[in-house]
């Protein structure tokens, strides 16, 4: 059974898998189309229709028309109230994952069990386990999520790797910049592909910045234009089915800008009509500001990768939907020297995802017959076996799944290394400011795994108790404010006996895997005991509003 690889975008979203010759294909519905408008119209109580026909209806029934749920992804407070019933963003998420499921079922036959999903690369441990919850309320397996550059990579690579005539004569050591503009979100990752092996060098990002937010300034001045040709009708901005519509409008003329230097757009609202001449120079004049932070982004994501070492970058790839708009390549000539191309801005990251998917699945085959057999520990990853055990087992599992042997071995070989995208910390006691202070143990591009210690001290004599509060970095620097930071886990040390002094050694140790999950342990060093630490976690939803959606997507799923 193939592991399925999602892009679950903030506007888009496609799904893939690989084919009998191990190349991804991307996964079509009935409706033809290999992506699906990342959109949930709830028609009624018990019923809801995802993709285009609610991104259509958007404009007739906006009230239960939910777009852009990816940006309230890691938000436990947010809901999206439709017919009374409030909605978490997983739950609505779950909702276009199931859509996309049916596709690939209708596509293949098969339904896909398992999953790779990806996620903006700038997603913390919270949107992360959102995501993850997503796939769970959809029935599938996540068996990972991944960072979208890296899937948009891994395919830029395997491209390569595949012989594809263009890419291969690409050097076998490259640096790629990955510049992502969606609808919803923006990335910059540096990213090094040496052989089979794929780093990510840093990420920078913002998630509020995408072509809705270039939407919303050509509606803005279509309303102007129909306002000031109009001047006793109502501003279409105060309705919320006349904003939906002008937003729409407004896609479709900078959809057109793309190819064409000029277009008309007519409004209609309040039984009034204007017709609005937009050139491709209005559109990027009014946006300027959206594409210069998208280029500040980048080069502060490049001033990061020469700090590691690489100053130089042999390829731009360009992928998310909205970097189709030329100014964007323009831009990245004009600042930053950079000679950009597109590279499948939409199918990119679903391709990966199929990729890594694969990878996943067949390493996992790969290491179920190494430890059946004896030659690798439980729980040890594959590097560990040998060379010829692993060529043996790479054989075996080619022959049982009927997998040529060369693709076993392609999915075992490449390695994804990539880094964190924020930080994370202790609150502990700052003694000269005399306030409790973030203390930041994992910095933003450090490299993953991570495992890394701090001691700290205890504040009293004889102290019983311990308490450890772990928080998440919020915006793009380090802080040491305790408000710009994001309480993650808050656990407790507790029963230490009394006999030691003050500033006994307390140790913290972070770790965190490829998954982006964060263990944290704290050991009061002096007492020489195991000692718990009692993690609760306030930043996802609690167990029972799981259960609770739970339920109530399965009595949609019985009476849609
Ligand atoms: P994605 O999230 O990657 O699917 O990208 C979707 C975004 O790309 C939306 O904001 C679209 O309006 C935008 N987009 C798609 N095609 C074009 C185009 N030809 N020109 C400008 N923006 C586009």
């Known amino acids: ?58 404009r007739l029934d906006p009230e239960h028309v939910c777009a852009l749920v990816k940006r309230r992804m890691g938000d436990a407070q947010w809901r999206f109230v439709a017919h009374g019933k409030p909605w978490s963003a997983p739950a609505v998420s779950s909702l276009i994952l199931r859509s996309l499921v049916a596709d690939a079922g209708f596509a293949t036959g ?36 991944l960072s979208e550059p890296i899937a948009a990579a891994l395919a830029y690579g395997f491209g390569r790797l595949d012989g594809s005539p263009e890419l291969a004569k690409g050097p076998a050591h490259e640096t790629v910049l990955v510049y992502d503009l969606g609808g919803g979100t923006f990335d910059a990752t540096v990213i090094e592909l040496a052989d089979r092996r794929i780093s990510v060098l840093a990420v920078e990002g913002d998630h509020q910045l995408g072509g809705a937010d270039w939407d919303e300034r050509v509606a803005l001045h279509l309303a ?45 609202h309040d039984g009034a009509r204007a017709t609005v001449t937009l050139t491709r120079d209005e559109l990027e004049e009014m946006t300027a500001p959206l594409l210069r932070r998208t280029v500040d982004l980048t080069r502060a994501c490049l001033v990061e990768a020469t700090r590691r ?60 017959d190494l430890r059946t057999r004896g030659r690798l520990r439980d729980g040890a990853p594959l590097e560990d076996a040998a060379d010829a055990d692993l060529d043996g087992a790479c054989r075996r599992v080619a022959d049982a799944y009927a997998v040529p042997l060369a693709q076993v071995r392609r999915a075992v070989e490449i390695r994804v290394d990539t880094v964190v995208s924020r930080g994370f910390g202790v609150l502990a006691v700052n003694s000269a400011a005399g306030r409790l202070e973030p203390t930041w143990l994992v910095h933003r591009n450090d490299r993953l795994p991570i495992r890394t210690s701090r001691s700290f001290g205890t504040m009293r004599a004889d102290q019983s108790e311990i308490q450890v509060t772990v928080v998440e970095q919020q915006g793009q620097a380090e802080s040491s404010r305790p408000e710009d930071a994001k309480v993650l886990v808050v656990g ?18 972070f770790e965190m895997g490829f998954d982006g999950v964060l263990h944290v342990t704290a050991f009061h060093v002096d007492a020489d005991i195991p000692l718990t630490l009692t993690a609760t976690t306030g930043a996802t939803l609690s167990q029972a509003e799981v259960a609770r959606e739970r339920d109530q997507l399965g009595k949609q799923r019985r009476r849609g």
């Open 1 to 58: 059974m193939a592991v399925h690889g999602i892009d679950l975008g903030t506007t888009n979203s496609a799904i893939a898998r690989t084919g009998p010759d191990g190349r991804p294909q991307v996964l079509a519905g009935m409706s033809g189309k290999p992506t699906t408008p990342s959109v949930v119209l709830f028609a009624s109580p018990g019923e809801h229709v995802v993709g285009e026909g609610a991104r259509r209806e958007a």
């Open 110 to 145: 098969e339904t896909p069990g398992a999953a790779v999903i990806t996620v903006p690369a700038w997603f913390g441990d919270e949107e992360r386990r959102a995501t993850v919850l997503a796939g769970t309320y959809a029935g599938l397996d996540v068996v990972d999520v």
């Open 224 to 268: 102007r234009r129909f306002c000031a040709e109009n001047p006793d009708a109502e501003d279409p901005l105060d309705d919320s089915a006349g904003a939906q519509a002008l937003v729409l409008a407004a896609e479709r003329a900078k959809h057109q800008l793309s190819d064409v230097e000029r277009t008309d757009v007519v409004v209609t």
């Open 309 to 368: 070492g690489v100053p130089r970058v042999d390829r731009v790839l360009l992928v998310g939907g909205s970097s189709r708009m030329p100014a964007v390549a323009d831009a990245l000539l004009t600042e930053l020297d950079l000679d950009a191309r597109l590279h499948d801005p939409d199918l990119a990251v679903a391709r990966g995802a199929a990729l890594y998917g694969e990878k996943k699945e067949l390493e996992r085959m790969v290491a179920a």
């Open 492 to 509: 407790d040390i507790t029963g230490i006996p009394p006999g030691y002094d003050e500033g006994a050694e307390v140790r913290v140790t």
